[in-house]
Each structure stands twice: as C-alpha cells, then as structure tokens.
C-alpha cells in the first residue's frame, strides 16, 4: 500500500497519521497477518530537523559564551543576549504570518541568524562600554553610544535585507523553499536591529557598571585587544604607506577566487545519505512475471547476508515495479527497497552500501539492476546525470546514442550508464509485394483493412436501441491469430475476380525489434541518456564531460537537453549567478542612497570578492563542491562581510565631521573599529561550527553552507581590516559624509 501526500499536506503529519491507522488495523487482523511499515520519507525528515535543532541550541550556547569571554562580564553578556529570544520568537510569528511552515530551510536560516542577531547588539554594547570607561555616566553612555552608530546599524541592516531579496526571485520549488529561508533570517536580522537600538541601550543603561572586578582572564583578554590594536595600529600604517601594494594583494586575492571557482567541483545539491535508497531492475521487454520474479528472488538472495547482520534494517523486493492502472499488466520490472539502520548507529554511509550492493549484483545475468537514492530538493529516484540528446529520426539518434555509449564506457566515473530506447520490444513489419498485389486485382487498402479487421478491431456501422446508440466493431478471434504463421489463415478478396486470396501470397513478414516508447524533448525526437557517478565526480564534471563528446564526436545539428537533477543543476545554477549579481547591485545601490556616494558603497564591496574567495577556498581544503546551498551562502556573505567595511567607512566620516583631517580619521576609524569588528565576526564565525561539526541525517547540507560561512567570514574579516582603510584612502580624499550635506544645508537656511 503506497501513501503519497497531498502535494500541501505535511510529511511528518501524515506518517504519523498513517502509522496510528496501521496499529490501529493490526488489532483487528487474524493471527499471523499484520501491516509492517516499508519504506517511509519522514524519518529522514524527522531526524534532519532533529539534527538542526541541536544545532541551533548549540550556536545559541557558543555564541553567548564567546560573548562572555570576550565581555567578561555576565551582566554584560546580557545585553546582547536577550537580542536572541526576541528575534527567534519574533521570526516565528512572521513565518506563522506567512503560512510558512518550520522545516529544515527555516531553522537553518535561525542557525545561521544566530550570529547575526548579536552582532549589532555587541557592536552597540561595546561603543557604550567605551563611553562608560571615558567616565561618562551609564544613562549618557548607552544615548551616546547608541546614537554614534544608529546610521552604521541601520545601513548593515538594510543591505542584509537588499541581499536576502533577491532570493525570492528563484524559481521553481527551489525558489520557494529558499524564499522562506530569506524571509526566516530576513525577519530576525530586522528584529535585532530593532532590539539593538532598543532593548539593547535600555538593558546597557542598567546593568553595565565601569568595569571593575574583572577576572584575570578577561584582563588578559584586554590586555591581548589592546597588544592586538597596537600591533594593528603599526601594520595598518605600513600599508597605508604602500598603498599599491595593497592593491596587488587584493587583486590575488580576487584571482584566486577565480581560480577556485573553476577548480571547485559543482553539482546541483550535496550528495545525502537519506537513510534508504531503492533498487531499479529492468528485465527485456516482454519478460513475464516469472522471469523476473527468478530474478528478483537472486537479488534477494545475494542482498539477505546484508540485511541479516542488520547492516539493513530492511529489505523489500516487490515486482512489477508500478504501482495503479496497467501496472499488473507490465512484467519487465522489479524494485529492492532498502533500508538502513539509522545513522547514529555508526553504520556505513548509505553510498557505500550502495557500491556493496553494485558489486553484488554485478555478475547477475538477464536483468539490469541499479542502486538508486533520492536526493533533497527533489522527489525524483531517478539517476542524477539524465542527458538528453535530439535529431531528426530515431534511427540516426539510435547510431549516435550508441557513440556516446562507447565513448563512456571510457569513463570510469559514469556507472550505471543507461538509455531509454531500448531496441528490445518485438514487432512484425508487414511488407506488401505491390506488382503481385497489383496484378490479383488488390489493393493496399483491402489489404489494411483485412488486417486491421482480423488483428485489431474496425468500426463498421452503429444501432440504436431505447434511445442509446451503439457502435458495432469487426474483429477476428484472438485464439486465431497467436504467431506470426498464423497470417496465413488471412484471406483478402480481389476487387477484379472477387475471389479470396490467401494473404501469405502478397505479403512477407519480417520481424525486427523497436523500443516500447519513442520519446520527444521539447517536440524533438530524443533519447536520453542516464548515470550514476562515483564518489567525487561532480554532476557539473559529468554534464560537461558528455557536451564535449557530443561538440567532440558527433556531426553539427545535435540538440542537447537535460531531465531531471540535470535540469535543474543548468537552471538553478544560471538563476543563482543572476541573483548573486542582482544582490550585488541592490546592495550597492542601497547604500549610495545611505551614503549619498558612489565611492563609499564602492569601497565596501570590495569585502565582497575577498568573502568569496575564503569561502571557495574552505570548499576546496575541505573537498566540498559549488551547489545550491554554498551558493546561497555565498550569497549571504555579501551582507556579513560589508556590514564590517560598514563599521569603519561610516566611523571616518564621523571623524572627518568632526573635525579630524583625512589622514587621522582613516587610521583613528580603523583602530576605534577593531574590536567591535572582531566581536561582531567572532559570534557569525562561532555560529556556524555545529553546521560545520554536523553529523547525521542531513548533515551533508549543513557542513556546506556552514563552511562557506565560516571560511568566508574569517578571510573577509582579516583582509578588509586592511583593504578597505586602504581604500577608502585611495579614493574617498574628496568624499564627504551625508551630514556633511545636512550642515550645508543648514547653513545656507541660516543666510536666507
């Protein structure tokens, strides 16, 4: 019994549904018989979100406690702490708003908001702090240092925002699970900008004493800020003083990630180990249900040592493989559905079991079988690499199909090549000897007429009867007609002489093979092509490897065309660079409106190709590829690593407002914004360690996105420190500041 939801129905809701039904049904049935449960989506599912949510209470615990040790302080520590309860509970009402549900994308977003939602607090926090130690009074420190980077919190925040939009811009079911993942982290980002002008100065301006009392490791950890600022302060002057220099390392630095780019593997999403995968068995057109039943009893035969040592939690071997209407009447198929253990048991990853199960059956004879596991983002069980290919006629697709073929057998890294036109259904061709047919005196016509009478059926007149009206059909009895030889039995009458003629006298039968189905691609005819790949093969790897056989092998007027997790890698990859540069230009336009520059927004987003080029070199140390998930990471870093080109341009020009020369408030701004910066990466940084430390059911997804986050928040936060004074040097000397216009303004009303 096969349960598929409703494609709006809730996965867990109804597994829990169907498992409360099936233990009700078992009391009621006879001893001996009972409903056992097979396969079943939702304990992935469950399981995987189980894995999220302790990631979540972990990130929230490092977070804070990175926050201590750097505060040292436990009524410090509160300040920006409570930023956390406000924003997550605040996000989920927006996602009930929204009818938006809690699923693995929304508390990923959580997780990785964690570290967001704290950074303006302690940002705020500590410009206070300073203001506390300066001696001004608690009450006055948490205005002043409010007030001081109101702009730069706001403006972080909204170019948070301007990037997570363009992500609602995807399409398909990609786009709209990405979309709640943008509006999840949107929500509590916006949240705590909220509570980090708010809540957070209130809470500052009652608990933070003038720091006395502090423990000899929070002494020593300002005694390392403060060696740390010094030393910072020395290099930044060297380089300031050498500015081309800086320069050349930030074009390496950009070359470099053009180069990991292209060295990095890609593929549409990480490859899951969901806990179960299926067996595919194809038998020759035709086979009946006992041949492939022989079959698929050896398969079960060689695959129970498995399932015996409890490696296999479950195996189910079932044929035919349809379920529903003309099922029954196709025998050629046969599925093996496994289940493994689950994942904390220490077993296996669910890949290699697969490989165990191909090298098992690889001697097996008669059928074709293929181990098969769904992946994410998809419902399909079908092979990741479906390359289609398109052309005039059958017969030349056929020829060029078979090229491919050889040619892939080549590569070591494509298994379980397949097609889907398969010369293996048997057929007879009527061939018609017309000069003899001519001279009897019969036609073509009465000649397919005869036959479609006798094999098929023919409508030849209606009754009616009580008011309804009936067709009348001529056909031959089947019994009669059961082997080729049996056309003999035919006879067709001469227009000419009106006698019959037996039918094996005008034509001549040959039997040939055809597919049982003749595919088109976009109305072209077409046959597909489909494999499995070895562990790290990438799909992207697989995809070019087969367009260059076809530019390579094959005459010009080829069509290509995907199906499948194919398609969708070609298509999510070409929306997800779309949106990237989209999120690229509304971040910088976001910020000249802020700004009201073009040079300040210019020299913030420099943070961005350094961001990127950590976060492709963390995917490449770790051997992780360029998917669905690493790019909407990557995304995300525009955001986090402008939001510290943030702190330090708009810190200058508060200085140069206040009167210090350009010179001065470049170094002074850098140095003041060391500490904020680097508490702001620490908590993002710390953040993402239980996505990168993961394990379990899900875990492939999270380890990726965690590490470009992780990666990319570490080499943006080390160069911009560097880059971004040197230039905002170099080419903001004749910039000002959007209060530099208000005070004009306000001084040209003066002289009115």
Not at 17 to 28: P, Q, S, T, Y
Not at 333 to 346: A, D, N, P, Q, R
Not at 382 to 411: C, H, M
Not at 536 to 548: K, M, P
């Amino acid at each position: 019994i096969g349960i598929v939801k409703q494609s709006k129905a809730n996965t867990l809701a109804v597994a829990k549904l169907a498992k409360a039904e099936a233990a009700a049904i078992n009391k009621d049935l006879p001893e001996g018989m009972r409903i056992l449960q097979s396969y079943d989506s939702s304990v992935f599912i469950e399981s995987a979100i189980d894995g999220v949510y302790m990631a979540l209470f972990e990130a929230v615990g490092l977070v804070v406690l990175v926050i201590y040790l750097i505060l040292g302080s436990f009524r410090a520590t509160l300040v920006p702490a409570v930023a956390v309860p406000v924003s997550l509970v605040a996000t989920f009402i927006v996602l009930l708003a929204s009818g938006f549900t809690i699923n693995l994308l929304t508390l990923l977003a959580l997780v990785l908001a964690i570290g967001l939602v704290v950074d303006d607090a302690v940002v705020i926090l500590e410009n206070i702090y300073r203001h506390i130690q300066m001696g001004e009074g608690r009450l006055a420190a948490a205005y002043k240092g409010t007030r001081e980077l109101g702009f730069a919190v706001i403006a972080s925040t909204v170019v948070l925002l301007a990037v997570f939009a363009p992500i609602t811009f995807l399409e398909g079911d990609v786009g709209r699970l990405f979309s709640e993942f943008a509006v999840a982290i949107s929500a509590a980002v916006c949240f705590s900008s909220f509570a980090s002008l708010s809540l957070s100065p209130m809470v500052a301006s009652k608990v933070l004493s003038g720091g006395g009392g502090r423990g000899r490791f929070h002494q020593g950890v300002d005694r390392g800020f403060e060696a740390l600022s010094r030393f910072y302060e020395r290099t930044l002057r060297s380089a300031l003083g050498a500015p081309w220099v800086m320069a050349g390392l930030f074009v390496a630095v950009g070359g470099s990630a053009i180069w990991l780019f292209h060295k990095t593997p890609s593929e549409y999403v990480p490859r899951e180990d969901r806990g179960a995968f299926f067996i595919l068995v194809n038998a020759p057109e035709g086979s009946s249900f006992a041949y492939i039943e022989e079959h698929m009893n050896e398969i079960e035969r060689r695959l129970m040592p498995l399932a015996e040592s409890g490696e296999f939690q479950r195996l189910l071997i079932r044929a035919p493989r349809a379920f529903g209407a003309g099922a029954s009447e196709v025998f050629n198929t046969g599925i093996g559905i496994v289940v493994l253990s689950h994942w904390e048991t220490g077993r296996r990853s669910g890949w290699d079991y697969m490989a165990e199960v191909r090298r098992r059956l690889s001697d097996l004879t008669g059928v074709r079988a293929f181990p098969v596991m769904r992946q994410g983002l998809g419902r399909s069980t079908g092979k990741p690499v479906q390359f289609v290919i398109g052309g005039a006629s059958y017969e030349q697709l056929a020829a060029w199909r078979d090229i491919l073929l050889s040619k892939t057998s080549e590569n070591p890294n494509l298994i379980d090549v397949d097609h889907d036109y398969k010369e293996t259904k048997p057929q007879l061709q009527v061939v018609i000897d017309r000069d003899r047919a001519g001279d009897l005196g019969v036609s073509i016509e009465a000649i397919s007429r005869t036959l479609e009478s006798k094999l098929g059926s023919r409508r030849v007149t209606t009754f009616i009867e009580d008011g309804e009206e009936y067709d009348v059909l001529v056909e031959g009895e089947e019994k009669m007609y059961r082997s080729p030889s049996d056309l003999a039995n035919i006879q067709v009458r001469s227009e000419r002489t009106g006698r019959l003629i037996p039918l094996s006298n005008l034509v001549r039968i040959e039997e040939f093979a055809d597919s049982a189905s003749l595919n088109r691609y976009n109305r072209i005819r077409s046959i597909t092509i489909e494999a499995n790949l070895t562990e790290g093969y990438s799909l992207g790897e697989a995809l070019t490897y087969l367009s260059d056989l076809v530019r390579t092998e094959l005459p010009p007027g080829v069509s290509i065309g995907y199906k499948g997790e194919s398609l969708e890698y070609i298509t999510s990859g070409r929306s997800i660079y779309f949106i990237f540069l989209l999120a690229l230009v509304v971040v910088y336009l976001a910020m000249a409106a802020q700004f009201e520059s073009y040079i300040h927004p210019f020299v913030i987003m420099l943070t961005v190709p350094l961001a990127v080029a950590g976060a492709l070199f963390g995917l490449f140390l770790t051997g992780q590829s360029l998917n669905i998930y690493s790019q909407i990471g990557m995304i995300m870093l525009v955001g986090l690593a402008t939001k510290n080109g943030i702190l330090i341009v708009e810190f200058a020009n508060q200085l140069r407002d206040a009167g210090a020369s350009f010179d001065e408030a470049v170094l002074e701004a850098s140095r003041k914004r060391l500490r904020p910066i680097l508490m702001t990466a620490m908590p993002t940084a710390v953040g993402a360690i239980p996505l990168v430390l993961a394990s379990g059911a899900g875990s492939e997804a999270r380890l990726v996105i965690g590490i470009v986050i992780l990666s990319g928040i570490i080499v943006a936060t080390a160069f911009t420190l560097y880059i971004i004074p040197c230039a905002y040097h170099m080419l903001a000397r004749g910039t000002s500041s959007p209060r530099a216009t208000t005070r004009e303004l306000e001084r040209q009303l003066k002289k009115v």
